[in-house]
């Protein structure tokens, strides 16, 4: 004897109810995806963020610079000395620090490379203004320095750095530093 299809979906109705929420499936899902995000937003956000210091660090401690590189995500700072130890890179040539380079002195460094969003460019640069010694270099990627003059730049659009002196920007005097101190 056939059933109609209303005594069909009648029966299988409880196998997947449609009327009430799946609470435990819903909550699973949504950690999930979170979780995901989460992860992906580490690698893929870069500009909104400061990069993970070991791509810079590896670059310029493979050309023989001793390098020290800044990060505050625990997660990144594992990863990247991590690689440092799988790379063979000594601690002596690359050194990852959980610090906050901008509650850093920088004044020891002689040679600085940053990747900051453009809005925090300016910022830094009189960061480093304050704290650089003269003779310094700064390499900026992607963004540059606003009203810094620059002593060379390579690339284009996304993949353009700047080489910048701090001797020869104290001495345009295109960007003042401010006296005023600020308590943070």
Known sequence: MEDSIEVILQDYGNVFPT???????????????????????????????KVPSGLKVFAASSAGFKCTGFEINSILLAYARTKARWTGVPS?????????????????????????????????????L????????????????????????????LDQTWAYDITAVRKAGLREVSNVVEDR
């Open 130 to 157: 304050k704290e650089l010694p003269d003779g310094a270099l700064v390499i900026s990627c992607r963004f540059h320095f606003p009203y810094w003059p620059h002593q060379s730049t390579v690339g284009s659009g």
């Open 19 to 49: 009327s009430r929420p799946h609470l435990v499936l819903s909550a699973c899902t949504g950690t999930l995806l979170t979780g995901l995000y989460g992860v992906w937003s580490l690698f893929t956000m870069p500009g909104f963020r």
């Open 92 to 128: 002596s040539q690359a050194n990852f620090v959980k610090k906050d380079f901008w509650k850093t002195d920088l004044s020891k460094y002689n040679n600085i490379t940053a990747f900051l969003a453009p809005g925090a460019m300016e910022v830094l640069g009189d960061k480093l």
